[in-house]
């Protein structure tokens, strides 16, 4: 056993706590930086990584081997099975592996962040944080926006997009959606081109953007392939965390220790120390240390797809185009929030890349509910931290969601029949996608067709709750601390109220930024 005494030991070196480490690290804190996986220097990443396309990457089993998560496993509805759910693991954390999608939330999600009892957190809290990571290739002088900041921003011109791309917003301008040139723009809905977190067309994941210029600091020490078992306590506060280590045992002691290994794995860390749903707990021998509602609330967003058999000019030029660059935020019905459903394109997708045959015949349009009501659940299997933690996530369990999903295929199908989809469609739309169109007219059988079929986007969020301390959901304050615990903190999207309507990264790593400001 070794003992070492830091200011703040940080679990996690994916998107928000790699930004929180570095950041507490330049304000002189010595902070130890924990990761389950492999930590690496940018120029050790595995090539297929760097791509603007990560389908290349997740079809090589070398590159996947040491940087996604096994065991890790996902029932998306209640009529699915288990299946992998994708994370992932080393520094850098799923900023990694991810599709490099830099999408800001309408700055409305943290007007309900505040309504939720998350006070701090409002617009004008967080837009500065959100400038502060970026650097904007196009807009970074707008006053809403960042020049030189660690994350890059960069928007494929109109001329490097693929057929689908273009099919895709020249379909949605028809359909009479609007055109946002910068999706990130106050009050930008329509089409609009991705913006994804890459310069000279390759990856920049917070490895490269935050840690490897602080690498040799003073105040960082990063410690990869170390395990976090549980927690250390005296009484009720948290002073250390034991980890394992070349198969050793070690224990490191701080003075604060925040978690921030995401939202599957944050809520096994803490349930594994006994802080968690007492019943839950208990089935697995686990002393309850705090009775909280950790592992409860999950959400990501469900998706659908209509598949387009490509003629063989549309299809994929190389391995390394781009999967996707338009997308659709839009609103389903007079009522509903502004965004909470979205378009995407996919200029080819996952199955037709597994066979060389096929790829260059399929792409796709998704639609995805972007707000979402449902919650799902991750709970633990064993207190063993090699054996991953198991999700129900429970998508369309919630009628406003199913319904929503049910007319957004409809609206994506008719997308589907524009001229600028048959201009690059091989064959029959119906012949593709004979099941989604015998169920397309009854609801009920395109109910069950979806909840066989929907999918996740890999956005987890909210197993482990920031909201008002008396609320029965509650299990961090709007200061991160978990409640009832001192010394304690989780800062990763596990703490986000609901899943935003946006992919998560740029929001996770804003929360980084934010509150390494707060923490004294």
Not at 211 to 226: F, K, Q, S, W, Y
Not at 445 to 456: A, F
Not at 459 to 468: D, I, K, L
Request: charged content about 20%; aromatic content about 6%.
């Amino acid at each position: 056993m070794t003992e070492t005494g830091w200011d703040l030991i940080v679990v996690g070196a994916g998107s928000a706590g790699a930004a929180l480490a570095v950041r507490s690290a330049e304000k002189g804190k010595r902070v130890l930086l924990v990761e389950a996986g492999p930590d690496y220097r940018s120029a050790q990443m595995p090539e297929a990584w760097r791509s603007p396309n990560p389908i290349r990457a997740l079809l090589d089993p070398t590159a996947t081997e040491h940087l996604v998560w096994e065991g890790v496993n996902a029932a998306r509805t209640e009529k699915q099975e288990q299946s992998v759910y994708w994370r992932g693991r080393g520094v850098g954390g799923s900023s990694s592996i991810n599709g490099q999608i830099a999408i800001r939330p309408p700055m409305a999600d943290f007007d309900d962040w505040v309504s939720s009892g998350c006070v701090g957190w409002g617009p004008s809290d967080v837009l500065p944080y959100f400038a502060k990571l970026e650097d904007d290739e196009e807009y970074g002088e707008d006053s809403y926006h960042g020049r030189g900041g660690p994350t890059p921003i960069y928007r494929t011109p109109q001329e490097g997009w693929g057929s689908v791309d273009r099919a895709l917003c020249d379909a949605a301008l028809a359909a009479g959606h609007g055109w946002a040139p910068d999706v990130n723009a106050p009050g930008a809905f329509g089409v609009s081109p991705y913006p994804i977190n890459s310069r000279s067309g390759r990856r920049v994941s917070v490895n490269d953007a935050y840690l490897e210029g602080a690498r040799g600091g003073p105040d960082l020490t990063i410690v990869g392939d170390a395990l976090v078992d549980r927690l250390l306590f005296s009484g009720d506060r948290v002073v250390g965390v034991q980890i394992i280590v070349g198969g050793e045992m070690v224990t490191e002691h701080a003075d604060e220790v925040v978690l921030s290994a995401g939202a599957v794995h944050s809520p096994a860390i803490l349930m594994r120390s006994g802080i968690g749903p007492a019943s839950h707990l208990r089935s697995l021998d686990i002393d309850v240390r705090k009775d909280l509602p950790v592992g409860r609330g999950l959400q990501d967003h469900p998706m659908a797809v209509v598949s387009i058999p490509l003629i063989e000019e549309a299809g994929i030029q190389s391995a390394d185009a781009r999967h996707t660059n338009v997308c659709v935020r839009y609103r389903s019905s007079a009522g509903a929030p502004e965004g909470d459903m979205m378009f995407v394109s996919q200029n080819q997708n996952v199955v037709a890349m597994a066979h060389p045959d096929m790829r260059s015949l399929a792409g796709a349009f998704g639609v995805w509910v972007n707000q979402t009501y449902s919650r799902g659940e991750l709970t633990l299997t064993s207190a063993d931290p090699a054996v991953g933690p198991q999700i129900h996530s429970r998508m369309l369990s919630d009628e406003r969601d199913l319904s929503r999903l049910r007319e957004g295929v409809r609206a994506m199908v008719d997308l589907a029949r524009d001229p600028a989809v048959a201009a690059i469609t091989h064959g029959s739309l119906e012949k593709e996608n004979t099941a989604l169109f015998a169920a397309l007219d009854r609801d009920s059988e395109l109910d069950d067709l979806l909840l066989e079929t929907v999918s996740d986007v890999q956005h987890a969020t909210s197993t482990c709750r920031m909201g008002a301390p008396g609320d029965a959901d509650t299990v961090v304050d709007p200061a991160c601390r978990v409640l009832g615990i001192d010394r304690l903190r989780v800062v990763d999207a596990s703490i986000f109220p609901s899943v935003p309507r946006a992919n998560t990264n740029l929001t996770a790593i804003m929360v980084g930024e934010l509150m390494a400001d707060r923490l004294h």
